[in-house]
C-alpha cells in the first residue's frame, strides 16, 4: 500500500475519504428499519424506511390505503359491504354534497379511559355526485332572457321533461313554442294577464306593407319539470315561472325555476338517509379530518 505524501493531494484524499464515512447510511433505530443518509449534493439528509423500500417489491402491500371516488349511492354501498370494518364511519358533508367513508378511521373506546386504537384513515371511498346533464340544461338557462326564437327551440327540445301538474304540460308548452316560431316575424304589443294567472301576448305581423295580421298567445303563469338532480338519482319536481319582457316590439322569454338550490339538497339528503339505511357504519353530517 503506498501513503501520499504530498500535502495538496493528501488533504482532498482524506476531505473523500471524510465524505464517504459521512454519506453512509446511519441507523436511526435498533430494529435497522429508518435509516438516515448524508447527500453531498445539495448538503442534505434523507431518511429512508426500509418498510417502505420493501413494500414496492412485495407481493401484496401490508394494509389497504388508497381513496376510491364512485359516482352512485349503491356503488357507495357495495364498497362500504365490501371493505367495511367495526371502525368505518361515514360522514356526509352537505356543502359538497359528498359522502365520504373512512374505512380504517379510529376504533371505539372501549372505557371512558381508553380512546381506543388509533386508524390511520387513509383507506376512503368518496361519492361524488354529478349533477345530470338535464339538471344543468335547465340551471343553465334559468332566469336568462332569450328571443322567442330560441326559447321555443329549448322547450321543443326538452319537452320530454315537462310534466302535466298545476301548470301548462308537455302538449301546451310544444304548442306555444310552435307559436312563438310562427309568429317571429310578429311585433309584440299589450299583454293581458288572464283570471287563472295565464298571460296573452298580443302580437302584430305585417306582411308585405299590407294591413297586418293580429293574433294572440296564450302562456300559463308556470310549469312543471322532473328530472334528476344527479346522475343516477330519481325524479324531482321543480316547479318554473314563466317571465317575459317586450322592448320596441321584440319579445325576449324567461323562466324561474323556484328552490332548486333547496330541491337539491334535500334529494342528497334523501340519498343520506337512504345510504344510512343500508350500511351498518354510522354516518356524520360533516367532514373528517
Known amino acids: 500500500m503506498s501513503i501520499d505524501t504530498n500535502p495538496a493531494t493528501g488533504n482532498i484524499d482524506a476531505a473523500i ?66 371493505h367495511g370494518l367495526d371502525a368505518t364511519e361515514v360522514w356526509a358533508n352537505q356543502s359538497a354534497r359528498q359522502l365520504i367513508g373512512v374505512i380504517n378511521a379510529h376504533a371505539a373506546s372501549d372505557t371512558s379511559l381508553d380512546e381506543g386504537i388509533a386508524g390511520h384513515g387513509d383507506h376512503r371511498v368518496e361519492l361524488e355526485l354529478i349533477s345530470s346533464p338535464e339538471w344543468n340544461t335547465w340551471l343553465g338557462l334559468d332566469t336568462k332572457y332569450l328571443n322567442q326564437v330560441a326559447f321555443a327551440e329549448h322547450l321543443e327540445d326538452h319537452a320530454i321533461d315537462v310534466i302535466p301538474a298545476l301548470g301548462a304540460d308537455a302538449a301546451t308548452m310544444l304548442e306555444i313554442a310552435q307559436s312563438f316560431h310562427a309568429s ?89 338517509d337512504a345510504v344510512t339505511d343500508a350500511i351498518e357504519p354510522p354516518v356524520f353530517l360533516g367532514r373528517p379530518a
Open 184 to 272: 317571429s316575424t310578429g311585433a309584440f304589443g299589450r299583454t293581458e294577464r288572464l283570471d287563472n294567472g295565464s298571460i296573452n301576448l298580443l302580437w302584430e305581423e305585417t306582411v308585405q306593407a299590407r294591413a297586418g295580421q293580429s293574433g294572440e298567445i296564450t302562456i300559463p303563469s308556470n310549469f312543471t319539470i322532473a328530472i334528476p338532480p344527479f346522475v343516477g338519482a330519481e325524479l324531482v319536481e321543480i316547479t318554473a315561472r314563466f317571465r317575459y319582457r317586450i322592448r320596441e316590439g321584440n319579445l325576449a322569454l324567461s323562466y324561474a325555476l323556484l328552490n332548486a338550490d333547496l330541491i337539491q339538497r334535500t334529494a342528497f339528503l334523501e340519498m343520506v
Open 17 to 82: 475519504a471524510a465524505g464517504i464515512s459521512i454519506s453512509k447510511p446511519q441507523p436511526l433505530d435498533d430494529d435497522g428499519r429508518f435509516f438516515a443518509q448524508a447527500v453531498p449534493a445539495g448538503a442534505k439528509v434523507e431518511v429512508h424506511d426500509l418498510n417502505e423500500l420493501r413494500q414496492q417489491l412485495a407481493d401484496h402491500p401490508p394494509r389497504k390505503r388508497g381513496t376510491v371516488k364512485v359516482h352512485d349511492a349503491d356503488a357507495f354501498i357495495r364498497y362500504i359491504a365490501k
